[in-house]
């Protein structure tokens, strides 16, 4: 069974630090993984795509790798903005595409 | 809007009622799931759908949970006799690819 932790679960840093979250997952046979920001009360919003034949997936400030053989992926946030305050989740997908594997998340507080 | 719609937002209902949610997912996906979240966890895995077809149910899904996806396009989740350990947080999404979250509605049982 997929289990998926992510560390840390907060983090506060203050604005323009550079910033790395981490996600660990148990079975490396995934199909693809995804990270999601998730404001207070609201639904998800996804961030990066990377599918098992990719290393990683750049978006402006964000960058996302993947390692499958060592079940690791980070976030990679750089000059961080009080406005990426939010939890990120990430989610490993199973090897048919079919069922998404949640973490726990990271809570990011950046401070102005 | 061409995301993933979920009506209501928010919905309180006391012990007991019946409560039904509807998700619009992106129209050309054929791919659409239902998640729970309670405070402070990950979203957990309900139920799937392959255009009309629900292929996987989790363990999470009592009798009391039935989802429905009538000619593919928009799915409903109703839950009979609700409990108050039904209270959290019930996102739909659809995929081809890339996942993409509708804004969830909350529930609440008094």
């Known amino acids: 069974k997929q289990e998926v932790t992510q560390i840390p679960a907060a983090l506060s840093v203050p604005e323009g630090e550079n910033l790395v979250l981490n996600c660990s997952f148990t079975d490396s046979a995934i199909y693809n993984l995804q990270w999601f920001r998730q404001d207070p009360g609201k639904g998800l919003t996804s961030l990066l795509l990377i599918q098992s034949s990719q290393r990683e997936q750049t978006s402006g400030r964000l960058n996302a790798s993947l390692d499958k053989s060592s079940g690791r992926s980070t976030l990679y946030i750089a000059a961080s903005q009080p406005g990426d305050s939010a939890t990120y989740l990430c989610?490993?997908?199973?090897?048919?595409?079919?069922?998404?594997?949640f973490g726990p998340g990271t809570r990011l507080s950046v401070l102005p | 809007d061409t995301g993933v719609s979920q009506n209501p937002r928010h919905k309180i209902t006391k012990r007991g009622q019946n409560v039904t949610f509807r998700c619009d997912p992106i129209?050309?996906?054929?791919?659409l799931y239902w998640y729970r979240q309670t405070l402070g966890q990950g979203p957990e895995f309900l139920t799937y759908?392959?255009?009309?077809?629900?292929?996987?149910k989790s363990r999470l899904l009592s009798d009391r949970f039935s989802a429905e996806r009538p000619k593919g396009s928009f799915s409903t989740l109703e839950i009979q006799r609700t409990e108050q350990g039904d209270s959290a947080m019930y996102l739909c999404a659809s995929q081809n690819t890339e996942a993409f979250f509708g804004q969830g509605t909350r529930l609440t049982v008094v």
């Open positions: 989610a490993a997908i199973d090897n048919y595409g079919q069922n998404f594997v």
């Open positions: 129209s050309e996906h054929n791919r």
């Open positions: 759908f392959q255009n009309e077809a629900q292929l996987e």
